[in-house]
């Protein structure tokens, strides 16, 4: 009978999993993993096939964290998206390797956890409430959605790349000046929600051009 695994397949991806935390998914090695359990790679072959399975489960990991972050903004704001936009900004500022691994790695882990995915997910999420509270049809709900959405992974991405510096309350505002922006537009420019206004004209309109 072989020996019973030190490790469980759990512990093997917790390790990981802080490994990819501190150095990023490229540093989940053998040898790296090796040296975090403080044995051999023995362990991590017993549950993995390959170090690219391993990683492929902290990709796994890191998505379902990221998606209790999105279920809080969504329980923690009545208002659309706010809720949900600060908690997608927050989880880059907090796991800022594991926004990496999702959304600036490409398709290395598959489209599971690609942007546009996401931009998906959060779009469902959201839509009903935006609809209800803004007024909106669903199709507009969604461009709504999309804007605030393009927004907020800006800034996250800025400040995975260390390119933000604004705090908490800055980034907020910024949201609720972008969203208010929106909703506006939406009661005051005929075809705004539909996207078939003529945009050349609104902006002379508002700059007095005409």
């Not at 972050?69 to 659309?80: C, F, N, V």
């Not at 290395?108 to 996401?118: D, F, L, V």
């Not at 969203?179 to 705004?192: H, I, M, N, Q, T």
Request: with cysteine; charged share 25%.
């Amino acid at each position: 009978m072989p020996p019973k695994a030190k490790f469980t397949k759990e512990q093997i991806v917790d390790v990981a999993v802080q490994v990819t935390r501190e150095k990023g998914i490229d540093a989940v090695t053998a040898r790296e993993m090796g040296n975090a359990l403080g044995v051999s790679t023995r362990p991590v072959f017993t549950w993995f096939p390959t170090i690219d399975a391993l990683r492929q489960a902290v990709h796994a990991r890191a998505k379902e964290l990221f998606r209790g972050y999105i279920q809080r903004g969504m329980e923690s704001d009545p208002l659309p998206f706010r809720g949900v936009g600060a908690q997608y900004i927050r989880f880059a500022r907090e796991e800022p390797k594991l926004y990496a691994l999702l959304f600036l790695s490409g398709d290395r882990y598959g489209a599971e956890g690609s942007a546009m995915e996401t931009l998906r997910e959060t779009q469902a999420l959201t839509r009903p409430s935006i609809m209800q509270v803004y007024q909106l049809d669903a199709e507009s709900a969604d461009r709504y959605h999309r804007s605030m959405w393009l927004m907020s992974a800006g800034i996250a991405t800025l400040i995975v790349t260390g390119g933000c510096h604004w705090s908490e309350e800055e980034i907020s505002r910024i949201l609720a000046h972008v969203s208010l922006s929106y909703r506006l537009a939406c009661k005051e420019l005929p075809g705004f929600p539909s996207d078939s206004f003529d945009s050349e004209a609104a902006f002379r309109s508002l700059l007095g051009m005409d």
